[in-house]
């Protein structure tokens, strides 16, 4: 499903030159679970925001089900971003004004689905994270792992082939964190949706079929 070949990644400031990716190199399968571990500023988030098509590499290859990503203009990477990957962060990224319906009807909004079918969509999904009592809550009228389960919903709203999770359980405390992550495990193994996860945490990390780790901008395992 994805390949990276040689992916290299650098920021440039008016003095100098800082290499965050020195040649990646790693696959992903479809319906696989990925969990990329390191000490902060080894490369991760960046690796993981160049997969959602949020930064752009500098050098090497990346392909996602046989697409040149770095063929793609910017309207197509916005559409492939709409249609193929969601993602989950670990400070949640809700929209404060709307309800929990609301944030996840949103993404499904900009891909111009019909109006009753993304408010039935958005119901189920939060039915299925165990939100379906919560549909008319605020974001600040939910507990931290209520409103991470609502970003898992909105994650899916647009049936994902890629889910990005950087650090989802950061923001949690132990207990609701391992629901978090047992609730991914689910979506991995029910629905087949592939996820690649950013985290520092080896029990999180348990929950995935594979751990790469990075160090200074490379893959060491």
């Known amino acids: 499903m994805i390949e990276m070949s040689n992916l290299c990644k650098s920021y440039m400031t008016k003095y100098n030159q800082t290499d965050v990716l020195k040649g990646i190199n790693f696959s992903v399968a479809k319906g696989e679970f990925l969990s990329i571990m390191g000490s902060s500023g080894c490369g991760k988030s960046t690796l993981l925001n160049i997969l959602g098509c ?6 090497g290859t990346y392909t996602f089900d046989g697409n040149n990503m770095q063929m ?35 993404p499904m909004g900009v891909a111009k689905n019909d109006k009753e079918h ?10 299925n994270v165990g939100l379906g009592d919560k549909l008319k809550n605020k974001p600040y009228e939910l507990s931290g792992g ?3 389960r609502v970003a898992i919903a909105r994650a899916l709203a647009n049936n994902p082939k890629l ?7 950061g923001n949690l405390d132990e207990a609701s964190g391992m629901q978090i992550m047992s609730l991914l495990k689910q979506l991995n193994v029910e629905n087949g949706v592939t996820i690649i996860m950013v985290t520092h945490d080896e029990k999180c990390a348990n929950y995935s079929d594979r751990i790469i780790k990075m160090k200074n901008g490379k893959i060491i395992l």
């Not at 949020?54 to 050098?59: E, G, H, I, L, V």
């Not at 910017?74 to 989950?88: C, H, L, P």
């Open 54 to 59: 949020m930064d752009k590499f500098d050098s």
């Open 72 to 106: 793609l203009n910017a309207k197509d990477i916005a559409v492939f971003r709409n249609e193929n990957v969601g993602f989950i962060f670990q400070g949640f990224h809700l929209i404060q004004k709307f309800t929990a319906l609301e944030n996840v009807e949103f």
């Open 118 to 127: 993304t408010r039935h969509r958005a119901k189920t999904l939060l039915e």
């Open 146 to 148: 209520q409103q991470q």
């Open 163 to 169: 889910i990005l999770a950087d650090e989802p359980t």
